[in-house]
């Protein structure tokens, strides 16, 4: 196992910041640590590189407790958001500078160096100095350094924030090329569901320093398991509803929707609808219908908005479907829910029958 956190614990004051925490991360995989700000992902890879100390719980790098282990002992690479470059060092010298502490050989400083400049593609840079470099470039200059003495593990706390997007697409297309072929065990952090889905091979959602789920990019967009994993990974519709004996209302229509024996349970309930899952049609079939009030084009999609009485919905659709139907605001049109997930709300409350009845869509 390349690393192994266990029930970690930590408190600032009165605030929790992470709260009876546990997860593994197998021997040369890249996980991502995602979750909103506060969710405890940056105190956790604190944690693990030494920079913390946890109230509570355990860590184990590579089979080894490392919880006590000072800082310099652990093996750790660490990749700051803004990059911590030595702004009086050359690139060839900052990519070094770890490897001169350990006062390594100068041959292999040098050759191992040459292989990082190769390995991040910055050949023929390595004399400039930071000022000389983009941000992306000076990121990469910073994920060397971390990588020149071969550590165990490597941690990245949202290396790509402080750039912008386009350039945050093209570093973290090219991280996952390069976790490939150098396959050390890292950890990722990040709020960005979108850059968590296309580098990770399992994701850790994380909210109000608890782990929500844990699971492959496919799982957790697909199969999320509970409505906080449902409505922060990815785009969701949010529908407020009762559920009784397998239907669901929500608005003055009735939405037929079959619940699974386990969760057909009466009481208050949210049902969650991706865009993509909401199929049109230009009859309504005797199901349900909306109209559409608003269209936007988005490059690769269009983006629909319906009314659906009185509830919202975001549908998208792909462009040659669009053009084959023809949408227009205005238009009436059948609405269909390919999948969907159904979350029971927090139980007592009553909040959303409430609000149900003071719309008149329940007596």
Not at 239 to 264: D, F, K, N, Y
Not at 319 to 332: I, M, P, S, V, Y
Request: charged letters at 25%; aromatic letters at 8%; hydrophobic letters at 40%.
């Amino acid at each position: 196992m390349g690393i192994a956190v266990q029930n970690l614990s930590k408190r600032f004051g009165d605030y929790v910041a992470v709260d009876d925490v546990s997860f593994e991360v197998e021997q040369g995989r890249l996980v991502a640590l995602l979750g909103p700000s506060g969710s405890g992902k940056s105190t956790i890879l604190r944690i693990i590189a030494g920079l913390e100390e946890p109230d509570g719980g355990a860590v184990y790098l590579t089979g080894e407790e490392a919880t006590r282990l000072p800082t310099q002992k652990r093996n750790v690479g660490f990749v700051f958001q803004h990059y911590a470059l030595f702004r009086h060092m050359t690139v060839r010298r900052n990519i070094a500078f770890g490897l001169e502490v350990q006062k390594r050989p100068k041959d292999e400083i040098r050759q191992r160096v040459d292989e990082l400049l190769r390995l991040v593609k910055l050949e023929g840079y390595g004399d400039r100095y930071p000022s000389q470099l983009s941000g992306g470039q000076r990121q990469r200059v910073a994920l060397a350094r971390a990588l020149a003495p071969k550590p165990r593990v490597l941690l990245l706390d949202e290396p790509f924030g402080a750039l912008d997007a386009k350039v945050r697409q093209n570093l973290a297309a090219w991280l996952r090329d390069l976790h490939h072929e150098v396959q050390v065990t890292s950890i990722f952090v990040t709020h960005d569901q979108e850059e968590a889905i296309e580098i990770s091979d399992r994701i850790v959602v994380l909210n109000r320093g608890r782990v929500e789920q844990i699971g492959r990019p496919e799982e957790i967009y697909d199969r999320p398991r509970t409505k906080f994993v449902a409505s922060f990974i990815g785009h969701a519709n949010v529908i407020e509803a009762l559920a009784q004996g397998g239907r669901v209302t929500a608005g003055p229509q009735a939405l037929e929707l079959p619940l699974a024996e386990s969760t057909a349970r009466s009481g208050e309930a949210v049902v969650l609808v991706r865009p993509e899952d909401i199929l049109l049609s230009r009859t309504p079939n005797g199901g349900l219908q909306g109209q559409i009030v608003g269209v936007r084009y988005r490059g690769d999609v269009y983006e629909l908005t319906l009314e659906m009485g009185g509830i919202p919905l975001r549908v998208v659709e792909e462009k040659d479907r669009f053009a084959q139907e023809g949408w227009n605001l205005g238009q009436e049109v059948g609405v269909q829910f390919s999948r969907y997930k159904y979350f029971h709300a927090e139980e007592g409350h009553g909040a959303i029958r409430e609000r149900l009845r003071s719309l008149g869509y329940i007596e």
